[in-house]
């Protein structure tokens, strides 16, 4: 019985993060802040569900699944990827080196920087570029 | 030692295949095991060229406590976030664009720390400097920007680096 509330619960807070971070989209009204509510408040959302999930796995069926761990894992390997394309390509299409704060010792953020190479390190390959 | 090193170049990310393996299948056989091993131990020779240093860790059990900060900073930063999105006007908002120095160095590390700094508090990181030596994080809501600094320095950063380098 008790679990069963907990699982209701989990949902619960499951839907309501997930409510408030797509009324965030709508809400915002730039778009580097538009970023901020998908980006967290999907992550409760999602964790939710996932947690209620494994409760019903233990409580209901008898057994630990341990796939709701490896979906969490995912999701926070790949949130933050997803999030840094959106914020480049909103910096390539809207900003310009004098919008932004400035970048320290290295003058240019990376995104503006098209002439010098990058810091990631060196490979044997050949040094092919686009753009 | 080196022809050992030529063939398993990531030891770790060997043990985190075989681990990922034996999760996704989630039955605990042999038979997963050995199979996973062997994703283990191939994937990490055949991606060799796209990674070519070796990743280095100094303390790898601060990791735990890491993830455990960075759990709870989550929770935390969903209900804050949530909050704002909720009851604070659009015109009350400061969103506010941060730069944060890197004392870091290894790029796993400021992958890791960039990462970090996308899932916590009102914060998204946006970009890296040319050189790699500043983030560029944007803050949600931050009447004062140099704190929010100071805080991603102190609360993540010195972990990492005491994790890393």
């Known amino acids: 019985m008790f679990s ?9 807070m499951a839907g309501i993060f997930g409510f408030v971070g797509s009324f ?22 999602v964790g939710g569900v996932l947690l ?20 969490t894992l995912f999701l926070f390997l790949t949130a933050p990827v997803t999030a840094l394309f959106i914020a480049k390509v909103h910096i390539h299409r809207h900003q310009t080196p004098e919008s932004l704060p400035k970048a320290g010792d290295d003058i240019k953020w990376a995104t ?7 810091a990631e390190p060196k490979t044997d390959g050949p040094d092919e570029r686009h753009g | 030692m080196n022809l050992l090193r030529r063939l398993v170049p990531h030891p770790i990310l060997t043990l985190l295949l ?11 056989t042999l038979n997963s095991l050995v199979f996973g091993f062997l994703l283990g131990l191939l994937i990490p020779f055949l991606t060799q060229p796209y990674w070519p240093h070796q990743m280095r860790m ?21 209900v804050v976030v949530a909050r704002i999105v909720v009851f604070k006007p659009n015109r009350k908002r400061q969103p506010a664009w941060v730069t944060v120095p890197l004392d870091l160095l290894t790029p796993e590390a400021i992958t890791v720390l960039a990462g970090t ?12 400097s040319s050189g790699g030596h500043a983030l560029l994080v944007h ?13 991603i320095k102190q609360r993540y950063e010195r972990r990492l680096k005491e994790i890393f380098e």
């Not at chain 2, 803050?139 to 805080?151: G, S, T, Y």
């Open chain 1, 24 to 45: 965030g989209l709508l809400k915002l009204d730039d778009p580097m802040s538009r970023l901020h509510a998908p980006t967290k408040a999907t992550t409760l959302g």
């Open chain 2, 18 to 28: 075989t681990l990922t393996w034996v999760l996704l299948t989630s039955t605990w």
């Open chain 1, 112 to 118: 503006h920087d098209v002439s010098v190479e990058t």
């Open chain 2, 139 to 151: 803050c949600l809501d931050a009447p004062d920007p140099d704190a929010v600094r100071d805080e």
């Open chain 1, 4 to 12: 069963e509330y907990l699982i209701a619960g989990f949902l619960i």
């Open chain 2, 117 to 128: 700094i996308t899932m916590t508090p009102g914060t998204v990181s946006a970009d890296i």
């Open chain 1, 52 to 71: 209620a999930s494994m409760v019903h796995g233990f409580t209901v069926e008898g057994h630990l699944s341990l796939h709701e761990v490896m979906i």
């Open chain 2, 58 to 78: 100094k303390k790898p059990l601060k990791i735990a406590a890491y993830i455990f900060i960075v759990l709870y900073d989550i929770v935390v930063a969903n």
